[in-house]
C-alpha cells in the first residue's frame, strides 16, 4: 500500500519535473512544419480537411479540389483503416497512400494520413504527417519507431486516456527524440449515446497549458454528426486550438466509412467563413498561403 503510494508519487514527480512534452517557463509553442509556409504551432490557425478514407481517384482529387478552394492548406486521408468491425471498408493500403500524395501535391497541399504499422513507413514516404489514431495512442513499439523516424506525427488522443497518458504517448515520442509532435482531441467516450463521442475541450486548454506541443480538434470524431461539426469547431478555435482535423465528402451520403460525420464541400466553405470572426476575437489568423500574407505586410 505504502509502496504504491510512493510509486504513484515518484511517477507524478518525474512527469511534472523531467517531461520533455511539459511547457517549462517561458517556453513558446513547438512549430511543426507540414510543407514551405505551413506549420502548426504559430499564430496561424490550420484547418486540414478531407474524406475518412481515400476512396478511389475521382473521390479524393474532388475532396482535394474542396479543400484547396476553400484556403485549408492540408488534405487528409485515410489508406489504412483502424474499423470496429473486420467486414467494413479497411482502406486501399499503400496504393490509398500514393494516391494522397499524389493528389495532395498536385492541388499544393500538405497531407495527413494514418499510420497503423511501423512496418508500413516506406509507404508513407511523401505523406506530410503520420496520424496515430485513437486506437493505437498506446502502441508503444509504434511510437518509439515514428520517434526515430523525424517526421511531423499528429497523436489523436485514445477515446479512453486521461490527459496525463496522452500527454506520456506524446512523451515517448519526444523521449525518442522527435518533437515534431501535433496533439489532438478526437472526443472521450462517456456514458452520453446522443454523440458518438464527447469533446473535451478543458483537454485542450490543459495540453496548451502544459505543453509546448501545438494541440488541434477534431469535430468529426468527436461528434459523429455533421450539424455538431461548425459549432464544435468554433468552440474548439475560441478555446485556443491551434488547428482542425475535420471530415469533408463531397458526397457525404455515398461514404464508404464515417458519411454521418462529413461535412458537404459547402459545409466546408461555411466553417472557414466563420472561423474568421471566432479567431479575430481571439489574437488568431486562419492560415494563408505565403504571398498573400507578403500582400497584407506591405
Ligand atoms: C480518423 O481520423 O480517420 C480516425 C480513425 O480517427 P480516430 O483515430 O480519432 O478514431
Ligand atoms: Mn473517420
Not at 234 to 260: K, R, S, T
Amino acid at each position: 500500500m505504502f509502496q504504491n503510494i510512493l510509486k504513484a508519487l515518484m511517477q507524478q514527480i518525474l512527469l511534472n519535473t523531467k517531461a520533455r512534452v511539459l511547457r517549462g517557463a517561458g517556453r513558446p509553442t513547438t512549430r511543426v512544419q507540414l510543407a514551405l509556409g505551413v506549420a502548426l504551432g504559430g499564430r496561424d490557425f490550420v484547418v486540414m480537411a478531407g474524406p475518412c478514407a481515400i476512396e478511389e481517384p475521382r473521390q479524393i482529387a474532388t475532396a482535394a479540389e474542396t479543400v484547396a478552394a476553400a484556403g485549408c492548406p492540408v488534405l487528409r486521408g485515410g489508406a489504412f483503416k483502424p474499423r470496429t468491425s473486420p467486414y467494413s471498408f479497411q482502406g486501399l493500403g499503400d496504393p490509398g497512400v500514393r494516391l494522397l500524395a499524389e493528389t495532395a501535391a498536385r492541388h499544393g497541399l500538405a497531407s495527413v494520413s494514418e499510420i497503423m504499422d511501423a512496418g508500413d513507413l516506406p509507404a508513407f514516404e511523401g505523406i506530410s504527417m503520420l496520424q496515430v489514431g485513437a486506437r493505437n495512442m498506446q502502441n508503444f513499439s509504434l511510437l518509439k519507431a515514428l520517434a526515430k523516424c523525424g517526421r511531423p506525427v499528429l497523436l489523436k488522443r485514445g477515446f479512453a486516456a486521461t490527459v496525463e497518458e496522452w500527454l506520456l504517448a506524446a512523451e515517448y515520442l519526444l523521449d525518442g527524440g522527435n518533437e515534431q509532435v501535433v496533439l489532438c482531441e478526437r472526443g472521450i467516450r462517456t456514458f452520453e449515446t446522443a454523440t458518438r463521442n464527447t469533446l473535451d475541450l478543458s483537454a485542450v486548454v490543459l495540453a496548451k497549458e502544459r505543453t509546448h506541443l501545438p494541440v488541434i480538434v477534431d469535430p468529426s470524431h468527436a461528434s459523429g454528426r455533421r450539424e455538431l461539426v461548425i459549432p464544435l469547431s468554433l468552440a474548439a478555435a475560441a478555446c485556443g486550438a491551434d488547428g482542425l482535423l475535420v471530415e469533408v465528402h463531397p458526397q457525404p451520403q455515398e461514404a464508404l466509412c464515417d458519411g454521418a460525420q462529413a461535412l458537404p464541400p459547402e459545409g466546408l466553405f461555411d466553417l472557414m467563413r466563420k472561423l474568421r470572426g471566432i479567431l479575430t476575437a481571439v489574437g488568431r489568423e486562419l492560415w494563408q498561403p505565403l504571398p498573400q500574407k507578403k500582400a497584407i505586410a506591405l
